[in-house]
């Protein structure tokens, strides 16, 4: 009798130390955790903070979501202001490759109706990918979208500055041509031109629609964003009637 009392009460402790270990890991390791599939010791705290902040809030997508994700282009974008019940999934500084691995770890976005991105740039500008290192960041992008949601896929900007058009906008455009390619693969993929409003005549950002740095975005460029975006998922759901 003593001894089976002895072993059931260092049962109660062996589970109450336990559950005290579990309750006890920090915000961080269980980021850590989280995160481990995107190779968190390569990524900065604040993106991954925002990728845990945005699987907890995958949780709770619905059928009437609109899901935004990509760099800080998308991050930047005030999308709740433009669209009902959109979700801002942007990260800045993120490449095709990150939103490839980011996209497995949200729960529920099979269920949305509409999931929109817009990614590219920095594997261009910053990481100076070629096509051939693009086009494989691309295929295995395309391979995780998912299969319900309409998907609008946007091509990749153009840069503003003259000095850099030349070394950027050939790429740009071979990186745009095989993401076409590979969104027409897809049978609930739309891809999204640039408005014609947004670009000069040499096909370069126009200096009305950036914030002074050739690259990123006023509020001006993300009106015609906007515009242009509704404009396609009018289209859509009138064909889809």
Known sequence: MIRTTIIFYL???HLIAGAFVLHSISPIKQIDRLTAQL????LPPAYRRMHYHFIQQSQQLAKHNIVFIGDSLTHSYNVSNAFPYAVN???SGDTISGVSDRLSRY?????????VIMIGINDIVHENLELQETSEA???????????PTIYWRAIL???QPRDAAKY????????????RSCATLGNCRWVKP??????????LSRKYHNGDGLHLNRYAYTLLSESLMAYINETNSINR
């Open 169 to 180: 906008s050939t790429i740009i455009t071979k990186v745009n041509a095989y993401m076409q």
């Open 107 to 115: 729960s529920r976005l099979a269920v949305i109706d509409s999931l």
């Open 89 to 91: 999934f942007g990260i």
């Open 11 to 13: 049962l109660i402790l």
């Open 195 to 204: 408005p014609d409003k947004m670009l000069t005549e040499k096909g370069l």
């Open 138 to 148: 691309i295929d295995r992008l395309a391979s995780r979208l998912p299969k319900t």
């Open 158 to 160: 153009p840069i503003a």
């Open 39 to 42: 190779k968190p010791q390569r």
